[in-house]
């Protein structure tokens, strides 16, 4: 079992080109709550990034990003399909790093914070979030283990696939 | 080697619950007590936090990703659910360094130990039950040796509680304040137990309000709990008993010095009946020489076990080590969903269960409920299989109706669960831990787990998971040096003195062979308070 990591003291490496993680923060935004965050938010996801998302990928996660920068209406199947599946966790990290970043804002706590919901209501929007819940879990599912399949394959073997039809 | 200021007539080695109620009598009786710890401080947090209720704060501050998330991002965490996983980054201060400087070694025990200012109680539960008598078997001391103490210790840090179903558990005290007014979570689980109290206590499940040290009126200078659930991240008002509150009354004696930015390494007995403490300058590096009449070593279980087996040279010497094992159980209060919910709370425990299916007389399980209110969303999200934002749509509406029981359960000690120090090259040396709970040990917490949520289910809470955060995780360590009626080597006596010494006394958990399933801190601060009580007549 890992050494529990409770004060993270050291800092965040430099010299990393933000850019990418910006425009990352920028789909995560709109995915997670419809909105473009602001540049700062976006400064700070990438800072947040830094610090706390510093394993290298496996290749299942730079597949499953690489799919979803490539196309953008992915991101929720993958999301559900990595909830699931549990493999490549990067994609979820940096979705659950962006929430929090989102979350410790007063533009989006009324988004997080409970509040009071009467039992009809709360029957009718659990019912509603889980049965599209339900559907992007199955077809992301089957959407990540395609992607990441793919990726185990290899560049070798995919070359090869695509020579073989071309004869 | 440097000579520190004149020689003091005690020395206490920490500042956290037993080193500040140790030294408190000392002060009293007009002696000269000089204080050593390192003594970290929060000097990033406190000052940003402004003062408010948490959902008002949330929706106003836009510096509020600074506390919440921490300049480091340090609350943004994926590691397993261990010790310290409810620690707010205005509270991370309390272990800054310590693995470092105290360094441990082990493949199933990681402790959380501190070297702050106030040490573990800068960011403890608060939970104040004191011992009974069956809980003090095995000890050379009684409880009516200890009730005078509970009484003073209560005084000095504001007890709050109530005489409930929970009496014959968590005993009588005088010196209690009524409880701070639970929440809408506590109060209905409450008013269930109450429709169902004889079946539930005929399996043996009693329920009550919680000991708390945490103030429902003002006493000494500090605040009733202003209900803005903001317990986890502020100390504003100073409702909820720190130790650092005590070490400030102590501040304003003459006859006390805090000596901070020291680390204690060692300490040593000279002909002339002084002991002589080795500490480390961690600014300069340079190694002082303290001299008092006596020693108080009040630097945690971990801490005084460090030093004094490097001071009595017993390297590679396994000393006993007892933990209380926690279990989180997360719960879903059915009862509640749907119904409306006040804002108004504070943060701590909101129920104290019990299991004690043979009663008060026989050894029994206590838990803790608590409400997940004041903390953040995607941190329940994290663990969500779903995807994000129907994890947030669901969990947001969920969250006032969930529920943490953190059941402590008791420890003995046995042959597998025990600690050394051990050199290493260059040296320094470090703590090596074994701890492991026999098969039968995790059959009793997990049937005793059983038992409870079945109970719970009467009270419409349903038990979602079941949480094993890691043996070390409840940071409640003991029986390294244990009290003993006999002169041992390695144990101590019942007014704390370390055997084979004349003037070097142990006041934290070491002491105590033992551990019930009540939170051990109220006893070790009254025994703190027995042992320099009875140090103040001896040095007078």
């Excluded at chain 1, 339900?134 to 020579?163: F, I, N, S, W, Y």
């Excluded at chain 2, 300490?267 to 009946?273: I, L, N, Q, V």
């Excluded at chain 2, 008092?292 to 000393?319: C, D, M, N, P, W």
Aim: include cysteine; charge should be positive.
């Amino acid at each position: 079992m890992a050494m529990p990591s409770i004060v993270r003291t050291a800092p965040a490496p430099e010299g990393v080109d933000a850019t990418p993680l910006r425009e990352e923060a920028a789909r995560f935004g709109r995915y997670l709550v419809g909105a473009t965050p602001s540049d700062e938010l976006a400064e700070r996801y990438a800072r947040a990034h830094g610090h706390v998302l510093r394993d290298p990928p496996t290749p299942a996660d730079e597949a499953i990003l690489a799919f979803a920068r490539e196309h953008p209406w992915s991101l929720p199947l993958l999301d559900a399909g990595t909830a699931l599946v549990g493999s490549a966790p990067l994609l979820r990290r940096k979705l659950l790093v962006m929430t929090a970043v989102l979350e410790a804002t007063p533009e989006h706590a009324d988004r997080m914070l409970a509040g009071n919901t009467s039992l009809p209501r709360l029957v009718l929007r659990l019912g509603r979030a889980g049965a599209a819940a339900a559907v992007k879990l199955l077809v992301g599912a089957a959407l990540v283990a395609a992607v990441t399949r793919e990726a185990r394959r290899g560049p070798g073997k995919r070359a090869g696939r695509a020579g073989r039809g071309r004869q | 080697m440097t000579a520190a200021d004149e020689r003091a007539d005690a020395i206490v080695v920490g500042s956290g619950p037993s080193a500040v109620n140790a030294a408190y009598p000392l002060v009293e009786a007009g002696l000269r007590v000089r204080m050593l710890d390192v003594g970290h401080r929060d000097t990033t947090y406190a000052r940003l936090i402004p003062d408010g209720p948490f959902t008002a704060l949330r929706r106003t501050d836009r510096e509020q990703h600074r506390y919440l998330l921490g300049d480091g991002f340090e609350g943004i965490g994926f590691d397993h659910i261990g010790a310290g996983a409810q620690l707010t980054p205005p509270r991370q201060y309390v272990f800054r360094d310590a693995d470092r400087l105290q360094p441990t070694s082990s493949s199933t025990f990681f402790p959380l130990h501190s070297l702050a200012e106030g040490g573990l109680g800068g960011a403890w539960g608060a939970g104040s039950p004191p011992f009974s008598e069956v809980d003090l078997a095995g000890l050379p001391i009684s409880y009516r040796e200890l009730a005078g103490h509970y009484e003073t210790v209560a005084e000095r840090i504001g007890i709050s509680g109530t005489r409930d179903d929970l009496l014959p558990f968590l005993g009588a005290q005088i010196a209690m304040q009524p409880p701070v007014a639970i929440d809408s979570n506590g109060e209905s689980i409450l008013r269930r137990y109450a429709s169902h109290r004889r079946a539930l206590q005929r399996d043996g499940l009693y329920l009550g309000h919680p000991r708390l040290a945490m103030l429902s009126r003002a006493h000494r200078g500090r605040e009733a709990n202003r209900c803005w659930d903001m317990d986890f991240w502020s100390d504003e008002g100073k409702s909820v008993y720190r130790p650092r509150w005590t070490l400030d009354e102590l501040r304003r004696s003459a006859g006390f010095s805090f000596v901070a930015r020291r680390l204690v390494r060692s300490f040593a007995e000279r002909p002339d009946g002084t002991v002589t403490v080795e500490a480390t300058d961690l600014d300069t590096g340079a190694t002082e020489s303290h001299r008092a009449r006596a020693l108080v070593l009040a630097a945690g279980t971990l801490g005084t076990t460090r030093i004094a087996l490097r001071s009595l040279g017993a390297y590679h010497r396994r000393v006993p080590l007892v933990c209380n094992p926690h279990a989180y159980l997360a719960l879903l209060n059915v009862g509640l969903l749907g119904r409306p919910v006040r804002d108004a709370r504070h943060s701590m425990a909101q129920v104290c269960i019990v299991h004690a299916p043979a009663g008060p007389d026989r050894p029994f399980t206590v838990g803790h409920l608590y409400s997940y209110r004041s903390l953040m969303l995607f941190r329940l999200v994290k663990d969500s299989p779903l995807p994000v934002p129907e994890s947030i749509a669901i969990l947001r509406d969920l969250s006032p109706s969930f529920a943490v029981l953190i059941l402590q359960h008791g420890d003995q000690p046995t042959p597998a669960k025990h600690c050394a120090l051990e050199p290493r090259p260059g040296g320094d040396d470090h703590l090596a831990i074994e701890y492991s709970l026999s098969s039968e040990e995790q059959q009793r917490h997990e049937d005793v787990e059983r038992a409870v949520a079945r109970g719970l289910r009467r009270l419409r809470c349903l038990r979602l998971r079941t949480i094993r955060p890691g043996h070390a995780a409840s940071v409640h360590y003991a029986g390294t040096l244990p009290m003993s009626a006999h002169d041992d080597e390695l144990t101590t006596d019942r007014d704390g003195r370390l055997a084979r010494t004349r003037g070097v006394y142990v006041a934290d958990g070491s002491v105590f062979p033992s551990l019930p399933s009540k939170g051990l801190t109220f006893t070790m601060m009254a025994n703190a308070d027995r042992i320099g009580s009875r140090l103040a007549r001896v040095l007078r």
